[in-house]
């Protein structure tokens, strides 16, 4: 767990902006607190998102939604003590010899009533994450891994958290990466194991301030995150990294 901490420079790869700071942000915050330096590759820009209702719902469908996500997405890792953050395909993280790319989001079902499993979805297009090729995916990783000089690089695991198909299609690229820069690989358990786990709870009011610059995606209430769609989550404190 705590050998992070023993890094300089260490990549978070995410899917869609607030994964950064919904996830991970304890665990930024306190490698940030404690002079780790942090960057945050984001793969998509969240463009299947619902928008909350209230003064940013004329977003929803429209293409000013993809550049207020974008927006959200820097104001929160500046929150979280990141300095460096870039978009999967764009500047420094598209491999060598290919032309830029956007990934786009690739959208997700529920699985289950209680709207805490996700899986594929029917609305994934042809430059969606989930159809792009994993390879490709890795080189991307690889390419801006290089460029910030990661000596570790941190994702999902395979399951993805709750199993939104783009949290769970960056998994294997991830690693990927990691072998082909030849830097260690962690995954953040999609449940935190009580007996080898980091706590941040003094991180709590930092994550509140980043997670209420989504706006457009959720609402922050107390120690929760109330989700577009309603779902009430407690804000994440404690995580165990493993090595897969």
Sequence with gaps: MTDLFDRSRVLFVHAHPDDETLATGGLIAELAARGVEVAVLTATRGEQGEVVDGPLAHLAGTPELTAHREGEVAAACATLGVRHHAFLGGPDARAAGLPPRRYTDSGMAWLDETETVAGPGDAAGPDSLTSADPAEVAADIAAYARAFGADAIVSYDAHGGYGHPDHVA????????????GVPFREVASVADPDDALDTPQHLPLLQEALRHYASQLTVDGADVVHVGGQRQPILTRFTLRTP
Excluded at 171 to 180: C, F, L, Q, T
């Design 170 to 181: 960056l998994h294997a690229p991830s690693r990927a990466a990691a072998s082909e820069v």
